[in-house]
């Protein structure tokens, strides 16, 4: 599959307008949509920066399909126990690190702010998104989602996608 570009600063708009909608998907409780950002046979990974620059194989959540991501969600609001909170997300403008015929490579800074029933606010992760790109239908789509957090302790578990 082809993909061609009027300009990179169109390129770059349609990229950031993907990240605006999927932390909005997220910060906003429509987790169910959230697979749908994907392809069909995708990776979405949370690690820490450690294990990723050592190449450590072990993460705090690990899917390697869109299947996989709906089970994820459907384990959230059926199984899991966990403190109700909202998450908020400020996204960098994406770096544009490649980009071919076929797919697009980016890194993205975020920071996640999570506020429990109680009101409270508290920064609960920071770092960067690695992600491939492709083009499906006219939409962008991830190929490969590779969330590398900084912090180096999670006050709870990661039970939403970051």
Request: net charge negative; with cysteine; charged share 25%.
């Amino acid at each position: 599959m082809k993909m061609t570009f009027e300009s990179d600063a169109q390129l770059q708009a349609e990229i950031s307008l993907l990240f605006s909608q999927y932390a909005a998907c997220i910060d906003n409780d429509r987790l169910e949509k959230w697979p749908e950002f994907f392809v069909e046979q995708c990776f979405y990974k949370i690690q820490s920066r450690e294990n990723h620059d050592r190449k450590l194989p072990i993460s705090a959540m690990e899917c390697d399909s869109k299947n996989m991501l709906v089970d994820r969600i459907v384990s959230l609001r059926e199984a899991n126990i966990f403190a109700e909170h909202m998450y908020r997300h400020i996204i960098s403008i994406p770096l544009i690190l490649s980009k071919s015929e076929n797919e697009i490579a980016t890194q993205t800074n975020y920071l996640v702010i999570s506020t429990l029933q109680s009101g409270i606010s508290h920064i609960f992760s920071a770092g960067r998104y690695q992600d491939r790109l492709v083009r499906i239908d006219g939409q962008l789509k991830f190929v490969e989602r590779i969330v590398i957090f900084d912090t180096n302790s999670i006050r709870t578990q990661i039970v939403t996608p970051i």
